[in-house]
């Protein structure tokens, strides 16, 4: 790739010569991701300046040796089919099949620096035109070359996996012989015509998943995974406390332990590292080191919570809407308090990577959403030039947001340079769930007035630790005021005539962060538990009083539609069978659109709730991959019933509580719902993002659920044993 | 130590107490076999030893020597998915995949120890694997599919 001279031809097309092997490659740009307008807003000038094209592209094709195309993306593939769903892009415009496209995720070295990283379902969004206007024009580009060649109209020549054929003939152009005609190359005038929405043959079908077949025998490597001959292990000593500090270590014991390689101590940054034949060795050293702490204040759980209360001066107005909070005034404030814990992302792949510092560059293969994050950090610690740095992405073990951190890439960067010798830091189960960052708990106080039947003033104030927050520079902290991470999913989208949403976002002494939808499922937890609290309290059905409460808008429209289906398909309102109740939520992210009703039963035997099945609707807008999308909702919904009924971490005398499954356990396949999923499309012909917006409604509609089972209102998840009991619903 | 694996002798210079896990994946490069938990809890280093599922995770090396040891790798048959693999294909239950090679060898070890293995039976079976995706709903599918595939003599 270092060899590749591109050049600009057209404002968001490059094109790009080889030297070896006559390879051409064509470039463009992908689109500003929602969250990042939602930066450039909040920043206003101070991210203008990023706006000019880089000298590299954002996503390539590549025509190889070997005459078949390759797909270069920055997505991190870790589960959500991303790299299935952009090849589809791709495929679609190009003519050819999915399983013609050989796609790869490009090295930090292959392209610009992607400041965004794969998350809050964005890749879609901004793939979905930049993809298939690259796609059209490449077309267009191989259609004139194969045409040049073969002495036949563009018209009589279509695409296959290798060439350019004379349709119904077997006479084709090999794509790597057309390569080499260095002077073709130019990107057409004209801009490509792109397919209609009606016409698509690719975009709208059940493609399989192309890393399916390398994962399901085992072969598929992830960062956990990678090997170099004579590499070594690291293991790195952790804090026995929140905010303990170390003060002295003595080391004198660790390097004659056995198949100790190289100790490593950087007492000013807290550091202490042992490289070892094995992993075991390295963790079995780790435990002679002498080390000094000052453990620094020992919080207790009741502590945070008072920090994120959400009350005071602190608040930051996000949402206001005629007269907003004022309208309290007028009238009976009916008000409720919602609450949600700390919780782990707990991806079944702990932290890893694989490090190779040498003198004349670095390597680093890692499990990551965010690979400039890691070379980034690199480069800061170790200073080394940031271009020498390859950060390499493997296929990841779950992400969830905990890998935009990937402290273990740092870990082995700096573990490699002591030793010498490529260094593998994996974590274990202790270290994912302590030493990345948390989901932060929450506390939601809701006020509103009734009038006639109808909400007329509604109040959200969210307290939460900080989400986004807690990678962005602090200047944007200042610049935009809310943490829109944490008060996601927290915006009164009712037709309310007076709505206020404040969020108070304290950075904790417990690390937070990104975390799967990111405030969602707490914030529509909160808000449509509260509808349900509104629609009993003016005697309404609960369907009926939201789709009172929709505008008259398109997303009014939409939101009628995916709320209407759930119910129908879940037979809302007809009895039910003995011991068990409907609940019903809704919500919306990223402009997607989601509506789901649950039925449970309270187990008594077991002391659990028992949550039977979920129907989901979803309208995305448009739909790339069904089989995609619905995989997508099964896990995000899979994902908030775990939350809903199990998922806690505590702190206690300044530590985290959990340190593996056995005090965090997850969703067993025992345990989990069937799950209807129906998608709705709005005709806009535009997708939106499917990965975490329908984590939104689930814990409301389980809440709502045990509601009109037991007339008990749960406030707080998860919906556990112990809660169940002070509710009274367990006897 | 010798170890025999999907039929392969291999040479180690483990410790006695090492794990096999370890074993596998860090020094024989047999990387398939996933780490979840290290504790034995969540199954993503399920193996099969003579034919039992057993959690990598936990088993130190001694305890396998003179034993058939089965892992991920080892699982199809010439280039022939096992019927667990295919139906976790064509059900396209894999999302990150991390924890698969541990639910598909759960799966196939009960499927081939108890033929007669009851659907529910299965599924209970399967339910000390854990899976964060959230891909539930297609296990379930795939794991009783399977076994009609077994039944049924077909892969």
């Known amino acids: 790739m270092s060899s590749r001279k591109w050049r600009i031809t057209r404002r968001q097309f490059l094109i790009g010569l080889g030297t070896a092997g006559g390879a051409v490659a064509l470039g463009f740009y992908l689109g500003k991701p929602a969250m990042q307008l939602k930066l450039a807003e909040g920043s206003e000038d101070s991210l203008k300046s990023q706006a000019k094209l880089p000298k590299t592209p954002d996503a390539w094709f590549e025509i190889r040796e070997d005459s078949t195309l390759r797909l270069y993306v920055t997505k991190s593939e870790m589960g959500q089919g991303i790299h299935t769903a952009l090849a589809q892009l791709a495929a679609e415009e190009l003519g050819l099949k999915v399983t013609d496209l050989d796609v790869v995720q490009s090295t930090t070295r292959q392209g610009p620096k992607d400041s965004f990283g794969t998350g809050a ?31 036949k109209p563009a018209e009589q020549l279509e695409l296959t ?40 043959q690719v975009i709208g079908t059940s493609a399989q998943r192309i890393d399916l077949p390398a994962k399901v025998t085992g072969e598929a490597i992830y960062g956990y995974d990678a090997r170099l001959p004579g590499m070594l292990y690291g293991a790195v000593l952790r804090p026995p406390t929140l905010e303990a500090n170390l003060k002295s270590a003595d080391v004198s014991q660790v390097s004659r332990q056995p198949g100790v390689k190289t100790v490593h101590v950087d007492l000013e940054a807290g550091f202490v590292g042992v490289v070892a034949q094995t992993r075991n060795q390295a963790r079995n050293a780790l435990r002679h080191v002498k080390a000094v702490w000052d453990q620094g204040k020992l919080w207790q759980q009741k502590e945070i ?9 602190a608040g930051v107005t996000f949402q206001r809407e005629g007269k907003g909070s004022a309208g309290l005034k007028q009238g009976n404030v009916i008000r409720a308090e919602y609450r949600s814990p700390f919780a782990v992302q707990a991806a079944m792949e702990p932290q890893a990577a694989l490090a190779d510092v040498k003198p004349e560059g670095v390597k680093i293969w890692a499990s990551t959403q965010y690979p400039f994050r890691i070379s980034s950090a690199v480069s800061k610690k170790l200073g080394i030039k940031e271009e020498t740095i390859e950060v390499i992405p493997t296929y990841l073990g779950g992400g969830f947001g905990s890998k935009i951190n990937s402290q273990a890439g740092l870990e082995a960067a700096i573990l490699s340079k002591a030793a010498g010798a490529p260094v593998h830091v994996g974590w274990d189960r202790t270290e994912e769930m302590t030493q990345g960052f948390l989901r932060p708990p929450t506390h939601s106080v809701l006020s509103a007035v009734l009038k006639d039947g109808k909400i007329e003033t509604l109040e959200h104030r969210i307290g939460s630790g900080v989400v986004a927050f807690s990678t962005l520079p602090s200047f944007l902290e200042t610049l935009m005021g ?67 409460h929709l505008p ?27 011991g068990r109740a409907l609940g019903l939520a809704c919500g919306s992210s990223f402009e997607n659109l989601i509506a789901q009703v649950a039925e449970v039963s309270i187990d008594q035997e077991k002391e659990r709730v ?57 969703l067993s396949l025992e345990e989990a719902p069937d799950i209807q999923t129906f998608l709705l499309e709005d005709g806009s012909g535009e997708p939106r993002g499917v990965g975490e917006p329908p984590i939104a409604p689930v814990g409301a509609a389980i809440g709502n659920a045990i509601f009109a089972l037991t007339g008990k209102r749960l406030r707080e998840v998860p919906f556990n044993a112990e809660r169940l009991r002070s509710a009274g619903i367990l006897v | ?48 030893v003579d034919g039992k599922p057993m959690r990598a995770c936990v088993t130190p090396v001694q305890a396998v020597q003179n034993k058939n040891i089965r892992t991920i790798e080892g699982l199809k048959k010439g280039e ?53 995706c959230g891909s539930y709903v297609r296990i379930r599918e795939a794991v009783l599919d399977a076994a009609k595939r077994v039944r049924e003599g077909r892969s």
Request: charged content about 20%; overall charge positive; aromatic content about 8%.
């Open chain 1, 121 to 151: 379902s964005a890749s879609i969004l901004t793939s979905f035109r930049p993809m298939r206007e690259a796609a059209a024009t490449f077309r267009e580009m191989l259609l004139k070359a194969g045409s040049g060649q073969l002495q």
């Open chain 1, 161 to 200: 996996a290798t060439g350019v054929r004379v349709k119904g003939t077997e006479q084709q152009a090999l794509y790597a012989d057309l390569a080499r005609q260095e002077g073709m190359w130019e990107v057409p005038k004209t801009p490509p015509v792109l397919k209609k929405v009606r016409g698509f």
């Open chain 1, 305 to 313: 919570l008072d920090l994120i209360r959400p009350e005071g001066k």
């Open chain 1, 482 to 548: 809310a943490d829109f991470g944490s008060y996601a999913g927290g915006k009164v989208l009712y037709d309310i005539p007076n709505r206020q949403g404040i969020s108070y976002n304290p950075h904790l002494p417990v690390r937070t962060g990104w975390w799967r939808g990111l405030g969602l499922f707490a914030n529509t937890f909160a808000l449509e538990s509260f509808m349900d609290e509104l629609a009993a309290e003016s005697g309404t059905d609960p369907l009926e009083f939201r789709l009172k």
């Open chain 1, 552 to 578: 008259a808008s398109a997303w009014g429209v939409r939101m009628r539609k995916v709320l209407q289906t759930v119910a129908r398909e879940s037979r809302w309102g007809k009895p039910r069978p003995s």
């Open chain 1, 610 to 666: 028992k949550v039977h099945r979920i129907w989901c609707a979803m309208d995305p807008g448009l739909v790339i991959n069904p089989d995609g999308a619905k995989a997508q909702i099964q896990g995000a919904v899979m994902w908030g019933v775990s939350s809903a009924l199990k998922e806690e971490v505590l702190v206690k005398d300044g530590k985290i509580t959990a340190q593996n499954f056995t005090d965090y356990p997850l």
């Open chain 2, 1 to 48: 130590m010798k170890l025999n694996i999907n039929g392969n002798t291999y040479q180690t210079g483990a410790e006695p107490n090492d794990l096999l896990l370890w074993v596998l994946r860090d020094e024989l490069g047999l990387t398939g076999t996933k780490f979840g938990c290290g504790i034995g809890y969540c199954g993503s280093c399920t193996v099969h």
């Open chain 2, 80 to 132: 022939t998915l096992h019927p667990v693999q295919q139906a976790f294909v064509d059900h396209q239950v894999l999302q990150c995949g991390w924890c698969m090679s541990g639910q598909m060898m759960q799966a196939a070890a009960l499927l081939e120890q108890q033929p007669g293995i009851s659907d529910e039976e299965l599924l209970q079976g399967m339910s000390g694997n854990f899976c964060r």
